[in-house]
């Protein structure tokens, strides 16, 4: 069946500009995580998605970023005023269920946006 | 907080020459140890999940081994395509996420 997804794949922006990144999980997980990706560094945790909420946002780096998942399903992480430093490569994933509960599921990841902060 | 080290760095392997590439973990609570494998310009791709010590998994020329205190991910008579980037990661107690290592970037070479 279709993985998922994440659009753009390539963003370019001028440091300040907000940027709108989109993840689509694969169909039926009803968690979903983002995590970045730095040059030469592991991947970082950002936000987890239980359904539309959001339990855990610990790792929001500042209050420019923040994320929304609608429909149990879609999800966008907006980054505001953006700065070089958040240059990366963003990755979603899905799971099946969280991994707070019994057991951990796997993560399957997409391909993930490349963002450029010139 | 979770910690996660992977070793080496780097590796480099001849078509058929048998290596193991380590995954050594500091958690409390283990829930998984999953390994993923990454080519450049890609998202990860799930491998195994390894829940308790003793466990081992198996997948075409890749094995992988969990102990109390690290994994192994075992690559027997490597070809050209096995080479990536393999990622271990940790979850753990109450967290919800993946805690990642930095990965061991393998290249085989004909």
């Known amino acids: 069946g279709a993985g998922v997804s994440q659009s753009p794949s390539n963003k370019v922006t001028e440091k300040g500009k907000d940027v709108e990144l989109r993840c689509d999980p694969i169909?039926?997980?009803?968690?979903l995580y983002w995590y970045r990706q730095s040059l030469g560094q592991g991947l970082e945790f950002l936000i987890y998605?239980?359904?539309?909420?959001?339990?855990?946002k610990s790792g929001l780096p500042s209050d420019r970023f923040s994320a929304e998942r609608t429909g149990g399903s879609v999800s966008t992480l907006t980054i505001q005023r953006t700065q070089q430093e958040d240059s990366a490569v963003y990755l979603c994933a899905s799971s099946r269920q969280g991994l707070a509960g019994a057991s951990a599921y796997e993560q399957y990841f997409g391909p993930g946006t490349r963002l450029t902060v010139t | 907080e979770d910690q996660v080290t992977q070793s080496p760095e780097a590796l480099r392997l001849q078509e058929g020459e048998s290596s193991s590439l380590n995954c050594s973990y500091t958690v409390s609570g283990l829930r998984g140890l999953f390994w993923y494998r990454q080519d450049p310009g890609k998202g990860p791709e799930f491998l195994f999940t390894?829940?308790?010590a003793g466990e081992e998994k198996e997948k075409e020329r890749l094995k992988a081994t969990l102990t109390k205190k690290e994994s192994f991910l075992h690559i027997t008579a490597p070809k050209p395509e096995d080479s990536a980037t393999y990622l271990c990661?940790?979850?753990?107690?109450?967290?919800?996420?993946?805690?990642f290592g930095t990965g061991t970037r393998l290249q085989v070479t004909l």
């Open positions: 169909s039926g997980h009803t968690a």
């Open positions: 390894l829940y308790s």
């Open positions: 998605f239980q359904g539309n909420s959001a339990p855990d």
């Open positions: 990661a940790v979850n753990a107690g109450t967290a919800s996420k993946l805690t």
